[in-house]
T-cell receptor
Framework: AQSVTQPDIHITVSEGASLELRCNYS??????LFWYVQSPGQGLQLLLK????DTLVQGIKGFEAEFKRSQSSFNLRKPSVHWSDAAEYFC?????????WGAGTKLIIKP | NAGVTQTPKFQVLKTGQSMTLQCAQD?????MYWYRQDPGMGLRLIYY???????DKGEVPNGYNVSRLNKREFSLRLESAAPSQTSVYFC????????????FGEGSRLTVL
């Protein structure tokens, strides 16, 4: 069965520290991969996406993600988080109406 | 530059009441979706419309109906609301499958008592 797993429900990091959010998937073909961010009370916004090519993709707000086919993972990273990064982050796999969503990881920033 | 606009933002209903959530996009996108978001469950697709004049069921369509009124507008109707439909509802649009990016509205928080 196709699925997306975000193992961490919550992650707490100090402002200025590095961040890695995990995403693992089970999917039949080489997938399209996405990370979206949801700020409190807002809709979701695309951070970055991977379709093909270079497995390290750059996104908005200083985020990057690396596609590792052998590990079926697409982890999101940021070298130094800011208080404004506090939000919920969703990994998604697939395309269009067939997107499969992870349950989300809530990022909490400690001052 | 409104993007995707949803109304209302908040609504409280009693069990058995009906209501319609409205969604409009001004980006000339072909496809529009309705999702519900529940804690710990990510987004679940209720209905989608691949193009004007077509609608299809998603993962969780029971208890809902939709209308793609024109290219801009896609409404979601609850005919007889149930407490299990308490959720945050998101409308999204997508220009085409290749681009892949979904554009979301700000959500409609619905509580059914």
């Amino acid at each position: 069965a196709q699925s997306v797993t975000q193992p961490d429900i919550h992650i707490t990091v100090s402002e200025g520290a590095s961040l890695e959010l995990r995403c693992n998937y089970s999917y039949g073909a080489t997938p399209y991969l996405f990370w979206y961010v949801q700020s409190p009370g807002q809709g979701l916004q695309l951070l970055l996406k991977y379709f093909s090519g270079d497995t390290l993709v750059q996104g908005i707000k200083g985020f990057e993600a690396e596609f590792k086919r052998s590990q079926s993972s697409f982890n999101l990273r940021k070298p130094s988080v800011h208080w404004s990064d506090a939000a919920e982050y969703f990994c998604a796999v697939g395309e269009g109406y067939q997107l499969i969503w992870g349950a989300g990881t809530k990022l909490i920033i400690k001052p | 530059n409104a993007g995707v606009t949803q109304t209302p933002k908040f609504q409280v209903l009693k069990t058995g009441q009906s209501m319609t959530l409205q969604c409009a996009q001004d980006m000339n996108h072909n496809s529009m979706y309705w999702y519900r978001q529940d804690p710990g469950m990510g987004l679940r697709l209720i209905y989608y419309s691949a193009s004007e004049g077509t609608t299809d069921k998603g993962e969780v369509p029971n208890g809902y109906n939709v209308s793609r009124l024109n290219k801009r507008e896609f409404s979601l109707r609850l005919e007889s609301a149930a407490p299990s439909q308490t959720s945050v509802y998101f409308c999204a649009s997508i220009p085409d499958r290749v681009t892949g990016e979904l554009f979301f509205g700000e959500g409609s928080r619905l509580t059914v008592l």
